[in-house]
């Protein structure tokens, strides 16, 4: 099974500033055949469930505000939240496709104001 | 409105049983693979099974394998998960979560609110 780490495990961040979330995958999620690499970032708040921010790594869902953001290739990739606001202060986890099942998630990073 | 409503959590005893269901609407139930992701309090995300569209392939996490049985009713726009021989650690709340494309290697788009489930003595 593939195995998702995320650092770091919570962080706080000034309203306006940037938040930075790490994940890596035991293996590579990247599929050669179509250069698309398999993985995910979900955002969840207190008391809902998770909400599909980012898929293959750097495309956005419909309706998610353009600070976020997902980069990286392989083995590791990064969600970036450009301006934090208030209404971003929640969970966030990775998750791979590439090789399921299982689907597998990241512990989670924990985003709070500062 | 796509949506998933679950039902059927509740408290078990150790070694019980409970059926889980999942209602969607809103989307072509049929078109689509689907999930059951499980959440321990406080805890982070679990993939406990999955099904794809016509119910004819079926996956498991090693925690659940031989204990729980995922299936659908296409013409009920419904998702199920029967849970056997229950365990104190199977606690959590269930979420069933909708593949974002009809194949199998996507992420979930659409996730139900959950059903708790509960396994105490």
């Known amino acids: 099974d593939i195995v998702m780490t995320q650092s770091p495990d919570s962080l706080a961040v000034s309203l306006g500033e940037r938040a930075t979330i790490n994940c890596k995958s035991s293996?590579?999620?990247?599929?050669?055949?179509?250069?698309?690499?398999?993985l995910a970032w979900y955002q969840q708040k207190p008391g809902q469930p998770p909400k599909l921010l980012i898929y293959w790594a750097s495309t956005r869902e419909s309706g998610v505000p353009d600070r976020f953001s997902g980069s990286g290739s392989g083995t590791d990739f990064t969600l970036t939240i450009s301006s934090l606001q208030a209404e971003d202060v929640a969970v966030y986890y990775c998750?791979?496709?590439?090789?399921?099942?299982?689907?597998?998630f990241g512990p989670g990073t924990k985003v709070d104001i500062k | 409105e796509v949506q998933l409503v679950e039902s059927g959590g509740g408290v078990v005893r150790p070694g019980g049983s409970l059926r889980l269901s999942c209602a969607a609407s809103?989307?072509?139930?049929?078109?689509?693979?689907m999930s059951w992701v499980r959440q321990a309090p406080g805890k982070g995300l679990e993939w406990v099974s999955g099904i794809n569209w016509n119910g004819g392939s079926t996956g498991y996490a090693d925690s659940v394998k031989g204990r729980f049985t995922i299936s659908r009713d296409n013409a009920k726009n419904s998702l199920y998960l029967q849970m056997n021989s229950l365990r104190a650690e199977d606690t959590a709340l269930y979420h069933c979560?909708?593949?974002?494309?009809?194949?199998?290697?996507?992420?979930?788009?659409?996730w139900g609110q959950g059903t708790m489930v509960t396994v105490s003595s």
């Open positions: 809103g989307f072509t139930f049929d078109d689509y693979g």
């Open positions: 998750q791979q496709y590439y090789s399921t099942p299982p689907f597998t």
């Open positions: 979560a909708r593949l974002r494309t009809p194949v199998n290697n996507d992420a979930f788009d659409i």
């Open positions: 293996q590579s999620v990247l599929y050669s055949s179509n250069n698309k690499n398999y």
